[in-house]
């Protein structure tokens, strides 16, 4: 896919659904009793894929596109798989759904594409474990597939040698049916929708300092979930409103959760001129629209705790410092490396190719912003995250910059390319 630089962006845009919500929504709704009502439900491939490793457990999912029904039997109520759960690329299905399944009375198979075979699973593998879970990596290397043995499990305290919402989330969730207390340790606090949406579905929940505990649960309740807009999807919106002249976007109904909006801090700390307008909850998470204006931005340190609340947001963050004054470091961040792709390798080779000053270090980059962009041919590696970021950094090179693999944008967002060209004046 080609794209020509632009001269502004401005008008309004509706975030698809968190994706993080969205694959915890259909996960309690399908342990839940009774009918849990998904509304902005993310219809990207990725919670697609959660829906239909439920459907294939014998949980009733009505998708009209809208809204998503799903008709859950109970904590116990899950059916053994005829075949192998797929998880496709999503790295959220496979590690939350292996909690999960730890407990059932039954055998099971996680597997998914060629991607997802290579991303690590030692780190859930591990403290299921510990709670007495049979299960293995079948090609012995720590990746899927996965082969999960249902087992009575023993509540544990973890400490997690990373803030992963993933790695805490499949312990919690393998928690709700083991005996005793489950706890989970963080060096920092990472994203707690499992924490909340668990609370809003009848599950006590306790929470000190960068600890979340547990006890074995009786029963969820159904619920009626209002997805926010995925703020993952509109820091895009956001690096864009502020590095191109003459814009001003308003974001709407963005989700503003503080364990998961470091973009903003970052944002503000450079220099970004945004407000929040219609500040609300809903379903125990904070939402608001975004007015983002073009903004005059300088380079800061990104480091320390803040990285787990601004993971998926660092490749448009380094976009966004190629435009700024001065230098952005970016520390802490070897997480990077074992995402959809070594987002650290590729931002860096992809950036240096469109002329930027980035050089890659062992778990982050180190940016010089205002170096003039060029167009040139990018490999998104097909990860959804490098496709979004080098469409927002062709709005400001100079030529054609071509994107291989842009349609994996359908992961999270598919109608990502639509919605920048409405707000595109060239």
């Not at 039954?106 to 690590?120: A, C, L």
Request: proline residues 4%; aromatic residues 4%; contains cysteine.
């Amino acid at each position: 896919m080609e794209f020509q630089s632009i001269q502004s962006l401005n008008g309004e845009v509706q975030i698809p659904g968190d994706k993080s919500i969205s694959h915890r929504a259909v996960m309690f709704g399908s342990l839940a009793l009774g009918t849990t009502e998904i509304h902005n439900f993310l219809q990207g491939a990725d919670c697609l894929s959660t829906i239909g490793c439920f459907k294939e457990m014998g949980i009733e999912v009505e998708n009209t596109g809208s809204v998503v029904r799903v008709h859950g039997k109970g904590l116990h109520g899950l059916s053994a798989p005829t075949s192998t759960l797929d998880v496709g690329n999503s790295g959220t299905t496979t590690r939350l759904i292996s909690g999960i399944l730890s407990a059932q009375p039954f055998e099971s198979v996680v597997n998914g594409d060629e991607s997802i075979q290579k991303r690590p699973m030692d780190r859930i593998i591990h403290p299921l474990s510990m709670m007495g879970a049979s299960i293995t990596s079948k090609h012995n290397n720590g990746c899927c597939p996965l082969s999960i043995k249902g087992q009575p499990l023993k509540g544990i305290h973890y400490d997690s040698p990373v803030a992963s919402a993933q790695v805490k989330s499949a312990i919690l969730l393998a928690g709700l049916y083991a005996e005793g207390t489950t706890s989970v340790t963080e060096p920092y606090v990472s994203r707690n929708h499992t924490e909340l949406m668990l609370e809003e579905f009848g599950v006590p929940i306790t929470v000190s300092g960068t600890t979340v505990s547990l006890s074995t649960a009786t029963e969820l309740q159904s619920q009626k979930i209002m997805v926010p807009g995925d703020i993952s999807s509109a820091a895009y919106f956001i690096a864009g409103g502020l590095i191109t002249p003459n814009s001003c976007i308003r974001i709407k109904n963005v989700g503003i959760n503080p364990t998961r909006a470091g973009i903003l801090d970052v944002c503000v700390a450079m220099g970004a001129d945004i407000t929040m307008e219609n500040v609300k909850t809903g379903t125990g998470e904070p939402v608001a629209d975004l007015i983002v204006k073009t903004s005059s931005l300088h380079g800061v340190v990104i480091s320390g705790e803040i990285i787990p609340r601004l993971i998926d947001e660092i490749p448009i963050i380094a976009v966004m410092a190629c435009f700024a004054n001065g230098e952005t470091i970016i520390k802490d961040a070897q997480e990077l490396k074992i995402k959809e792709s070594n987002r650290i390798d590729v931002m860096v080779k992809n950036l240096s190719a469109m002329g930027a000053d980035i050089v890659g270090t062992e778990d982050g980059m180190i940016i010089r912003g205002g170096l003039p962009l060029h167009g040139t041919t990018i490999d998104s590696k097909l990860d959804h995250r490098i496709a979004m970021s080098f469409a927002i950094a062709s709005l400001l090179a100079e030529g054609t910059t071509t994107i291989e693999g842009a349609e994996c944008v359908n992961i999270s967002y598919p109608n990502f390319y639509r919605d920048l060209k409405k707000l595109s004046q060239r």
